[in-house]
């Protein structure tokens, strides 16, 4: 046996050893674990928590599966990266997946894009805040988009009087966008809230 081959064997057998006593510490801990089997690393290097032949890198199986990640800064989050076909350190795409808070149930899942990198803050694309609203900062396309318009979901319902001379006080514009320098039309939020100031949102930060 070469020098070199001795050396690969020990390492392999120390890591495999680390490994067994790592499962048997943690399936014996009384309240951690409650059976032998409840951790597993397969032969091709799987990890699977509550199943014997797991079949992805992490594998949870259990009528509670469920992957939770803490922590106490934002943006609490896991990051999804493309990397080319025969290269993981060639990043093609990065997307991060996050939650920020300001404090208890007031905050927001994110996505960020991340471009080719593999960190910071990137740009972001989407947003869900915890009353529901949902942000996508550029274009959202979709085969149908329903709006309820129910009268049973409504109250207080009033007819809105002279509404064509309303609608006359709105001005219709062409514009481009700052962002990329699209051509677009349409209306200015803060003429429109001036004339119909209940279809206007405004974001509570910064008015």
């Not at 392999?12 to 032998?36: K, Y």
């Not at 890198?57 to 493309?82: C, E, K």
């Amino acid at each position: 046996m070469t020098q070199d081959a001795d050396v690969f064997n020990r390492n392999s057998f120390c890591r495999r050893t680390a490994a067994a006593v790592m499962i048997t510490a943690v399936a014996t801990i009384p309240g951690l674990l409650q059976a032998a089997d409840a951790f597993r690393i397969s032969d091709s290097g799987n990890i699977g928590i509550g199943i014997d032949t797991p079949v992805r890198q992490l594998h949870l199986q259990g009528p509670n599966a469920t992957f939770r990640m803490d922590r106490n800064i934002d943006s609490s989050a896991f990051i999804l990266v493309r990397t080319a076909a025969a290269n993981f350190n060639d990043i093609w795409k990065g997307f991060v997946v996050g939650v920020n808070a300001s404090a208890r149930n007031n905050g927001e899942l994110i996505i960020n894009d991340l471009g080719s990198a593999v960190s910071g803050a990137g740009s972001r694309r989407m947003t869900i805040k915890t009353n529901g609203d949902v942000n996508f900062p550029r274009n959202l396309t979709a085969l149908s988009i329903n709006a309820t318009s129910s009268i049973r979901y409504k109250t207080d319902v009033e007819t809105i009087t002279e509404a064509n001379r309303s609608l006359d006080k709105l001005r219709g514009v062409r514009f481009k966008w700052k962002e990329n320098g699209l051509p677009s039309i349409g209306l200015i939020a803060e003429e429109v809230a001036q004339v119909f100031p209940e279809v206007v949102q405004r974001n509570v930060e910064n008015g």
